[in-house]
């Protein structure tokens, strides 16, 4: 059983900065791909950002300047800095994992986080 556990959204005005956190507990073998998506009301669940274990990067264009997404594998977790931040950023922000365990390889989801940007 493996479980992704977001943390640090919350409400801030507009230019304002936030850190996510989502750390991954269980049976781990190897995390590969971590990532962020977003889903905001009457829209799809969308890529924000993801990072390979290597750390290697890619972001959406509308995050592309303003968001950091990092990793500390050491900890099994990942995070994303949110800089400069826009109403379009509310959301509810979910951590995505792609993980080996010791049930097999699998896509494993956190329970998402609120981020509203309003002021």
């Known amino acids: 059983q493996v479980q992704l556990v977001e943390s640090g959204g919350g409400l801030v005005q507009p230019g304002g900065s936030l850190r996510l956190s989502c750390v991954a507990s269980g049976s781990i073998r190897t995390i590969n791909v971590m990532g962020w998506y977003r889903q905001a009301p009457g829209k799809q669940r969308e890529l924000v950002a993801r990072?390979?274990?290597?750390?290697?990067?890619i972001y959406a264009d509308s995050v592309k300047g303003r968001f950091t997404i990092s990793r500390d594998n050491s900890k099994n977790t990942v995070y994303l800095q949110m800089n400069s931040l826009k109403p379009e950023d509310t959301a509810i922000y979910y951590c995505?994992?792609?993980?080996?365990?010791?049930?097999?390889?699998?896509?494993?989801w956190g329970q998402g986080t609120q981020v509203a940007v309003s002021s």
């Open positions: 995505n994992g792609k993980i080996l365990s010791l049930g097999g390889n699998f896509d494993y």
């Open positions: 990072i390979t274990s290597g750390g290697s990067t």
